[in-house]
């Protein structure tokens, strides 16, 4: 696997033809890029990735905190980001008490070949429990639409592509901080995570906005990242739900501009008269 001096655009042109109308026209459309992107950790292979290849530093610091193998940004000592003719390469070098925790989760990933997570302990870490976000914060009712109107215009590869997810983390003071776009959800919000981290941004001062429906695998990186308030523009799973209510996240959905629904923890989001009196 030889490597390449850039990486690729995350978006581009491609030819096409179009029935509209009745008749055929020839035109171009523009899309998202789709790259395998590979972690290796102390030049041990960890996972590969299908992203955009777009804020690779983020994710690279992102995806290693939601695995558990680091525990804040600082904990990765070096980061090469390497082109290849086949993906992206994500040279990651972990401080050295790190390690070991890298070699312990990689052993329990391993398994039969194009199995994905296998075993007892594979189920066990799908469901593994999440810990409780911090406390505190309390939001008026229409701060919920605020956080949602900041998106669109930061979401600059969508705008051009439509076809990207976005996670954004917006606070009550300072407005949208961080917005972060992938073809896939769970990469956004690694993205995201990450580029808190690495700018110090607490989680626990404002929410996390979602452009997609909200699984479980983003209740716990969400989690993870300390956020209390998720906003998303569609519907949670059950599961999804029930995770948000363990680790005490207020659990937004259905988010549009005639309103939304509160599935756990409303008590955070208040009425205009609630607010006032506060």
Known sequence: MSEVSSL??????????????GA????ER??????????TYNRMAHAVMMATPADLEDFAVGLSLSEGIIRAADEIAALEIVATELGV?????????RTEIFLQRRRRMSGPSGCGL???ESLTEAMRQVARVPEGLRLPANAIAAAMDSLAAEQHLNREARALHAAAFWDPRAGLVALRE?????NAVDKLAGALACRKIPASSGIVVLTSR???ELVQKIAIMGAPVVVAVSAPTALAVRTAEQAGITLVAVARRDGFEIFTRADRILSDVEHHVA
């Open 214 to 216: 909200v699984s479980i």
């Open 24 to 27: 055929f026209s020839a035109g």
């Open 182 to 186: 992938d073809v896939g959800r769970h």
């Open 89 to 97: 390469e994500l040279r990651i070098d972990i401080a050295a008490d």
């Open 118 to 120: 296998c075993g007892i």
């Open 30 to 39: 523009t899309v998202p890029e789709e790259t395998a992107i590979a972690f």
């Open 8 to 21: 690729p655009a995350p978006i581009g042109k491609l030819r096409r033809v179009a029935w509209r109308e």
